[in-house]
């Protein structure tokens, strides 16, 4: 089962910030939050991941609370392209590398001109 | 990122016949891969986990006798669904593991669109 919350659906104005929240709150110590999103009928894309501090990169924000129970994905200047199905997933890591990501439902944005 | 391909990106069949599914990592030596399989308008489901040289290790209510899994190198993953029938139509989709520890990113191939007749 997925172990994160997300809300099914949100809408976001082209041009303005898109933010994106996650509740984990079960999260232990050793996983880290990461985010994908998926365009209609592609593969998921890589967004980015996290520990405990913030992280930022091209694409997007990731802003994790201090007690890690819940973040948000920011994209800052959502675009018509960014309409995509956005998951938050859970996941810890091993010196193996081979943990699968386990997908929940997930956040449908749409963003609007 | 690092890319991952699929081939074929779509395919149809008919019912009986079998279908390999081709999963390659293309600027990265990855030992393990994951199968994943999407219906219409639902999340992505893991179906197995492919590491190099071994055996696949198979989520429950997956069939390993008709979801043949393959990694014979460290950049390619195949997936055989033997004797298709309608039911199993879907989206598959591949991801690959780029490394360890904390650099550890799986990146996702574009999937393969699979429609048995």
């Known amino acids: 089962d997925a172990k994160t919350t997300q809300p099914p659906s949100m809408d976001c104005a082209e041009g303005r910030a898109a933010n994106l929240p996650c509740n984990h709150s079960?999260?232990?110590?050793?996983?880290?939050v990461y985010w994908y999103r998926q365009i209609h009928s592609q593969g998921p894309q890589y967004i980015i991941h996290?520990?405990?501090n913030n992280e930022t990169n091209e694409m997007a924000s990731l802003i994790i609370t201090e007690d890690r129970k819940s973040s948000t994905l920011i994209l800052p200047h959502a675009t018509l392209r960014d309409t995509a199905v956005y998951y938050c997933i859970v996941r810890a890591l091993r010196n193996s590398g081979n943990t699968p990501l386990v997908f929940g439902k997930g956040t449908r944005l749409s963003v609007i001109a | 990122g690092a890319v991952v391909s699929q081939h074929p990106s779509r395919v149809i069949c008919k019912s009986g016949t079998s279908v390999k599914i081709e999963c390659r990592s293309l600027?990265?030596?990855?030992?393990?891969m994951f199968w994943y399989r999407q219906f219409p308008k639902k999340s992505l489901m893991l179906m197995a986990t492919s590491n190099e040289g071994s055996k696949a290790t198979y989520e429950q209510g997956v069939e390993k006798d008709k979801f043949l899994i393959n990694h014979a190198s460290l950049t390619l993953s195949t997936l055989t669904v033997t004797s298709a029938h309608p039911e199993d139509s879907s989206f598959y989709i591949c991801s690959a593991s780029t490394g360890q520890g904390s650099t550890d990113t799986q990146y996702f191939g574009p999937g393969t669109r699979l429609t048995v007749l």
């Open positions: 079960t999260i232990s110590g050793n996983e880290y």
């Open positions: 996290g520990l405990k």
């Open positions: 600027d990265f030596q990855a030992t393990t």
